[in-house]
């Protein structure tokens, strides 16, 4: 029996991606190891979003090969797609697999191993392609929240982003299959993240919409949670807000980028919306959905910005208030506009700008959660370990509780003192990334 193990870098479509092709090579007879043991084959998800990233891939790949210099090393996905004739020529990599063919993999690494010879390479212009690629799952080992893809490719354009060269336009997980999916999942874990390239763009290619998707699964019966992964302040409809008004199983946590919050660096950005028109629609949101948390993404340094600019985001940051906010320091991406824009931001200065909104977004989450001691949440349990629980709020609030819960089981309960950042870890003992 040969052993894989596999490291997935980047997003929850990566995440679901890598789970799929996990069962699949179960299925043929493989066995599944952690990534830092001996390994027959070693798998790497890869991820192109920033440098780090992408320097991330490469350091897997190298560490794949330390750990068995023998062993059979694939690489899949983003960073592949953009950079695939320079990893092939520098990484020494067996098999190379774009943003499409990832469905193939377990067939590849069968005839590598039977028979070792040049380097496979699958990639195809994902630009052209119209095609939603099928990766089936039925479970998420060792999670009781599992990951469903429905949504893959962008085509927003971004001036920083690489994600639409990489990825490809736009495609949707047939309405038909994408509940066929949900149900399957259901039977196994009580909440699914619904993920995506661009989500809340889910079934335009379709005739269908995210919303609709939502109100189907709303309907099967061992689903106690949905949640959306991340979604564009534009795609949030009043017909979404009416059914988060309307519908319990909907988790009261919307993550919505918001990249800058600037209206000259947003224009930069190539960004469509406005820092007014941003507020103005959480402030919707917070009147329709009482008790709502919204998180965010950030980039900092991105090119032109200055001092006054920066400034104006965190005027900003503090009038929104976010729960809390990933922030990324601008990363250049060959081939994007951002990158041979002029005025690029020192690394130092990048740096500082990351750590003070970093820590600005450390005080904000501490206050959301103190703001909720002494209140009602809903959770699902995620560990139980010697009559201590742990899980996440509907809100995505680290909450432990005393006492004997089953993985997946639903309760309400009364949040009595504040779980901190690496408590939370412990408790979940790193069960889900």
């Given at each position: 029996?040969?052993?894989v193990?596999?490291s997935t870098?980047?997003c929850k479509?990566?995440?679901?991606?890598?789970e799929?092709?996990?069962?699949?090579?179960?299925q043929?007879g493989?066995?599944?190891v952690?990534f830092?043991?001996?390994?027959?084959?070693y798998?790497?998800f890869t991820?192109?979003?920033?440098?780090t990233?992408a320097s991330k891939?490469?350091?897997k790949?190298h560490q794949?090969?330390?750990?068995?210099p023998?062993a059979l090393v694939c690489?899949?996905?983003?960073?592949?797609q953009?950079?695939?004739?320079?990893?092939a020529?520098?990484?020494k990599?067996?098999?190379?697999v774009?943003?499409?063919?990832k469905?193939?993999?377990?067939?590849?690494i069968d005839?590598?191993l039977?028979?070792?010879?040049?380097?496979i390479?699958?990639?195809?212009?994902?630009?052209t392609?119209?095609?939603f690629?099928?990766?089936?799952?039925?479970?998420?080992e060792?999670?009781?929240?599992?990951?469903?893809k429905?949504q893959d490719?962008c085509n927003?354009?971004?001036?920083?982003?690489?994600i639409?060269?990489a990825r490809?336009?736009?495609?949707?997980?047939?309405?038909?299959e994408a509940l066929?999916?949900?149900?399957r999942?259901a039977?196994?874990?009580?909440?699914i993240v619904?993920?995506?390239?661009?989500?809340?763009?889910y079934?335009?290619d379709r005739?269908?919409?995210l919303?609709?998707l939502?109100?189907?699964?709303?309907?099967?019966?061992?689903?106690?949670?949905?949640?959306?992964s991340?979604?564009?302040?534009?795609?949030?409809?009043?017909?979404?807000?009416?059914?988060?008004?309307?519908?319990?199983k909907?988790?009261?946590?919307?993550?919505?980028?918001?990249?800058a919050?600037?209206?000259?660096?947003l224009k930069?950005?190539?960004?469509?919306y406005?820092?007014?028109?941003f507020?103005?629609?959480?402030?919707?949101?917070?009147?329709?959905i009482?008790g709502?948390s919204?998180?965010?993404?950030?980039i900092?340094?991105?090119?032109?910005?200055?001092?006054a600019e920066?400034a104006a985001?965190m005027?900003?940051?503090?009038?929104i208030q976010?729960?809390f906010?990933?922030?990324?320091p601008?990363?250049?991406?060959?081939?994007?506009?951002?990158?041979r824009?002029?005025g690029?931001?020192s690394s130092?200065?990048?740096?500082q700008?990351a750590?003070?909104?970093?820590?600005?977004?450390?005080n904000s989450?501490?206050?959301?959660k103190s703001?909720?001691i002494g209140?009602?949440?809903?959770v699902?349990i995620?560990?139980?370990?010697n009559g201590?629980?742990?899980?996440?709020s509907s809100?995505?609030?680290p909450?432990?509780?005393?006492?004997?819960?089953?993985?997946?089981?639903r309760?309400?309960a009364?949040?009595?003192?504040?779980?901190?950042?690496?408590?939370?870890?412990?408790?979940?003992?790193?069960?889900?990334?």
């Amino acid at each position: 029996m040969a052993s894989v193990a596999i490291s997935t870098l980047g997003c929850k479509v990566n995440a679901y991606e890598s789970e799929s092709t996990a069962q699949a090579l179960r299925q043929r007879g493989y066995q599944t190891v952690d990534f830092k043991e001996k390994a027959d084959v070693y798998i790497i998800f890869t991820c192109a979003v920033t440098n780090t990233a992408a320097s991330k891939s490469r350091q897997k790949i190298h560490q794949a090969r330390r750990q068995n210099p023998d062993a059979l090393v694939c690489a899949v996905g983003c960073y592949v797609q953009i950079q695939a004739d320079q990893m092939a020529e520098q990484e020494k990599i067996d098999i190379l697999v774009g943003s499409s063919g990832k469905d193939k993999l377990p067939q590849l690494i069968d005839e590598a191993l039977r028979q070792r010879r040049e380097p496979i390479v699958e990639l195809h212009d994902v630009r052209t392609s119209a095609e939603f690629e099928m990766l089936p799952l039925d479970e998420f080992e060792h999670q009781t929240r599992a990951y469903l893809k429905v949504q893959d490719g962008c085509n927003q354009f971004c001036a920083y982003c690489i994600i639409p060269y990489a990825r490809g336009r736009e495609r949707s997980l047939p309405l038909d299959e994408a509940l066929k999916e949900a149900r399957r999942l259901a039977q196994k874990h009580k909440e699914i993240v619904l993920a995506g390239i661009h989500t809340g763009r889910y079934g335009k290619d379709r005739d269908t919409s995210l919303c609709d998707l939502i109100r189907g699964m709303c309907e099967i019966e061992p689903l106690e949670r949905i949640r959306i992964s991340s979604i564009e302040i534009t795609e949030i409809t009043d017909e979404l807000l009416t059914l988060m008004e309307t519908q319990p199983k909907i988790a009261r946590h919307l993550h919505i980028p918001l990249q800058a919050g600037c209206d000259a660096t947003l224009k930069r950005m190539g960004r469509p919306y406005t820092t007014a028109q941003f507020m103005a629609r959480v402030e919707e949101i917070r009147t329709r959905i009482d008790g709502i948390s919204i998180s965010t993404d950030l980039i900092v340094g991105f090119p032109q910005e200055s001092e006054a600019e920066f400034a104006a985001t965190m005027a900003f940051l503090k009038q929104i208030q976010f729960s809390f906010i990933h922030v990324f320091p601008f990363s250049p991406k060959t081939g994007t506009p951002a990158q041979r824009m002029s005025g690029q931001i020192s690394s130092e200065v990048k740096k500082q700008r990351a750590r003070q909104v970093g820590e600005f977004s450390r005080n904000s989450y501490y206050a959301v959660k103190s703001s909720w001691i002494g209140k009602d949440v809903d959770v699902i349990i995620e560990t139980c370990v010697n009559g201590v629980a742990f899980g996440h709020s509907s809100e995505y609030l680290p909450v432990q509780i005393d006492g004997e819960f089953a993985s997946g089981q639903r309760i309400v309960a009364r949040c009595t003192h504040m779980l901190g950042d690496q408590l939370a870890a412990q408790a979940q003992g790193g069960q889900e990334k």
